[in-house]
C-alpha cells in the first residue's frame, strides 16, 4: 500500500475519531483536541537554532510537513498560509508557521531559509537528520516515501499533506486538511488567539 493511500486512510480514521463531535468552539478544520500524537519535537530551525513546542509558548504554531522540490501541494500550502496570515493582520504576529523538511539530504538550512521566507519572512523552516526527522514524522503521523525519478539520484517523495495547529500553551488542537478554505483557516486562527 503506498504512502498516498494510508495517508487517505488515516485521515478518514481521524476524522471518523474525533471529527464527528462538533466542538464547542465551532472549528472549521477538524477537531484533534487530546490526541496522543503530535506531543513535541525536537528539529533545528533554518538559523540553527535547536526548538521544541516550548519555545513558542504564547503563540499558535501551525505547523506542516513537506520538502522544496516538492511540485505542488507544499507551495500552495504555504502560500495559503501567508495569504492567511494577510488577512489577520497585527494578530498574525502571535502566529508561528514552522515548514518541517522531510528531504534533509537536499534541504539545507541555507536552501530552506530561502524558500520559507520567500512566502513570508516570518515563516521558519525546521530540519534535523534524517533519523531525527523519521522520528518526528511518526510522531505526527506523517507517512512520506521516496519515489525514484527518470535518472540516477532523482527523486520525490509522495507525503502526507495536512497541517496541525497548536494553541498557545503548546496543545495540538487542529489538523487542517490540504485545499482548507482560507476563510476557514483564519476563523479557526482567531478562535485560537482568543483563546484564554
Given at each position: ?37 503530535g506531543r ?12 521544541s513546542l ?11 510537513f513537506g ?130
Amino acid at each position: 500500500m503506498s504512502a498516498p493511500v494510508r495517508a487517505c486512510i488515516w485521515v478518514v480514521a481521524l476524522l471518523l475519531v474525533v471529527g464527528c463531535q462538533k466542538s464547542v468552539q465551532s472549528f472549521k478544520a477538524t477537531d484533534v483536541t487530546g490526541a496522543e500524537f503530535g506531543r513535541d519535537f525536537r528539529l533545528t530551525d533554518h538559523n540553527g537554532k535547536a526548538r521544541s513546542l516550548a519555545d513558542f509558548r504564547g503563540k499558535v504554531v501551525v505547523l506542516f510537513f513537506g520538502y522544496m522540490h516538492c511540485p505542488d501541494f507544499c507551495p500552495s500550502t504555504l502560500s495559503q498560509l501567508n495569504k492567511a496570515m494577510g488577512r489577520l493582520g497585527e494578530d498574525a504576529k502571535l502566529i508561528q508557521v514552522l515548514f518541517v523538511t522531510l528531504d534533509p539530504e537536499r534541504d539545507t538550512a541555507e536552501l530552506i531559509s530561502r524558500y520559507v521566507t520567500s512566502f513570508n519572512a516570518s515563516f521558519l523552516g525546521m530540519g534535523a537528520n534524517a533519523a531525527e526527522v523519521t522520528a518526528v514524522a511518526k510522531e505526527f503521523r506523517i507517512l512520506y516515501e521516496k519515489v525514484s525519478g527518470t535518472t540516477s539520484g532523482q527523486y520525490t517523495l509522495n507525503h502526507s499533506t495536512g497541517t496541525y495547529v497548536f494553541d498557545k500553551t503548546g496543545r495540538l488542537r487542529l489538523y487542517l486538511g490540504y485545499g482548507a478554505d482560507t476563510d476557514d483557516i483564519v476563523h479557526d486562527l482567531a478562535l485560537l488567539l482568543k483563546a484564554a
